[in-house]
């Protein structure tokens, strides 16, 4: 919604359901709750590769290799990573195939080239080089999607999107995916 805190929100109390608008959520939390609010913003986690067929890879970023101590050592690391993702058209990549992704900042263009390292139960790990002394970070801003959720049926398409997918106490790039209850806070509710 334009006013997040115009939003419907759902109440279930005492068996009983109905429905308020989100800026009245206060009235419906006990004054003793203690509220943890997650401050990581969401990534341009969404890779999408096209192959030479036409046809697109898409390598979603989940984690962080368990090679890496944190996320942030992750995202720091220039020219060379290795995340777990999720692979969508997994069986159109050849072994041993490397796909490209090329994408641009300012003038300059830059390549981000993904190889299957290994297929896990739940995920695959990927490496991901790219030609260019920036982070990771970087790279994902420039040639990466916001990840919007499925229910909203388009892809990133405006630099709203990756405004509006934030909740408005993120401050440090890391999710995947927004906190959905916390998308319709704002500063003043």
Known sequence: MENRHDARLLVFKNRHIQTDIYRNIAEYIPVETVMIFNNTRVVEARLLFKKDTGSIIEVFCLQPHEMYPDITTAMNQTSRVQWLCLVGGASKWKNGQILHLPFTTGTTSYTLEA??????????????????????????????????PPYIKREDETADDKNRYQTVFARYDGSVAAPTAGLHFTPKF
């Open 115 to 148: 190889q299957l390292v290994e297929k896990r139960n739940d995920s695959f790990v990927i490496e991901l080089t790219w030609n260019g002394s920036f982070s990771f970070a970087e790279v994902l801003h420039h040639a990466g999607h916001v990840p919007l």
